[in-house]
C-alpha cells in the first residue's frame, strides 16, 4: 500500500505484515485442543483415528465412544434420531456430531456431567461372526455358483 501526499496510514500499517491465524492442522495438532490437555492421550493408536470414533452432544448430554464393529451403525442412527427427530443414514449421521477435539474449553466444563458410554463385543462372537461372515458365506456362494455353472 503506498502513501499518497497527504494521507496518513492507519498504525502499523507500513510495517510488515502479519501471518494470517491458521488452524492447527499438523499431526500434533489434537494434542495441543483443550480435551486432550485434560484427558491426555497415551494409547499406540494414531490420535485422529481414535479422536474419529468420538461422538459428543451436549444437546442430549451424551460422549459416546465407538468401537469397530459392535453395533456402531445402530447407536449412531439412534442417537440422531433422538436429537433430530428424523432417521438419518448412518453415515451421514456419524459426521452429525462433535468430536472431542472440536470442544472448546468452555464446554469442557460440561464433560463431566455428560453420560458417556460405549458398547463393545465379546472377542470370540466377533470371530465366529467374521468367520461365518468371511469364509463360511464365501464358500456357500462358491458352491451355489457352481451349482448353476453345471446345471446349465
Known sequence: M???RGQCLPAGAGLMPRKPRRRLTGRLAP???PFYR???FTSPVSIRSADARGCVDLDLGVFYNRVPKAANSTVIVNLARERFGE???SKTAKRLFRRPAELARRE???FDELFRFTFVRNPYTRVLSAY???VERKARM???EQRVSKGS
Open 38 to 40: 485434560r484427558f491426555p
Open 2 to 4: 503506498a502513501k499518497q
Open 108 to 110: 469442557l466444563e460440561r
Open 87 to 89: 432417521d438419518i443414514p
Open 31 to 33: 494434542r495441543l485442543r
Open 142 to 144: 462358491r458352491d451355489d
Open 132 to 134: 461365518l461372515d468371511k
